[in-house]
């Protein structure tokens, strides 16, 4: 079920009515969003993906309005991506709106529990992380 609703599409409203991306593109322009101005290449890299996906990405955000590219000052020959103000803006009414379900969901919950909760999906990040960067660490064998 929780493999389910994190693979939705995400909804943001944007310059000409709502738009809908698809997890990893929401996942660029939340990057952008807290880290931008990128490089491609160096999105490709926070996002752990090849550049051919980024560049998928940042189109679909760009045709969306949400981030726009120009030319890197230090380097005429790159990119730099960044967000534009309808992108900061969509982004961040989003994550307001999720901020507001999970405060719903979790309003019920007595205090206790709600810590219990934080603990334990911390710990289940923490070792999930853990256990990614190891397996890719691993050599890769050929069946």
């Known amino acids: 079920m929780m ?5 939705k599409p995400v909804r943001l ?7 809908v991306l698809d997890r990893p593109a929401y996942q660029a322009l939340w990057r952008i969003v807290e880290e ?7 999105l490709a890299g926070l996002l752990e993906v090849d550049l051919s996906v980024v560049s998928r990405q940042v189109r679909s ?11 890197d000052p230090q380097d005429a020959r790159a990119a730099l ?8 803006e969509a982004f961040e ?3 307001q709106q999720r901020t507001e379900v999970l405060d719903e969901v979790l309003a019920g919950w007595p205090a206790g529990e709600r810590d219990s909760f934080i603990t334990l999906l ?5 070792q999930l992380e853990g256990v990614i960067a190891r397996r890719q660490a691993e050599p890769q064998q050929t069946p």
């Open 3 to 7: 493999a389910r609703r994190l693979s």
């Open 122 to 126: 911390s710990r289940f990040n923490d």
């Open 61 to 71: 955000l760009e045709d969306a309005g949400f981030v726009r590219r120009q030319t």
């Open 13 to 19: 409203h944007g310059p000409s009515g709502f738009t």
């Open 81 to 88: 991506v960044s967000a534009t103000d309808a992108g900061r």
């Open 36 to 42: 931008g101005p990128l490089r491609p290449t160096t």
């Open 93 to 95: 009414r989003t994550k």
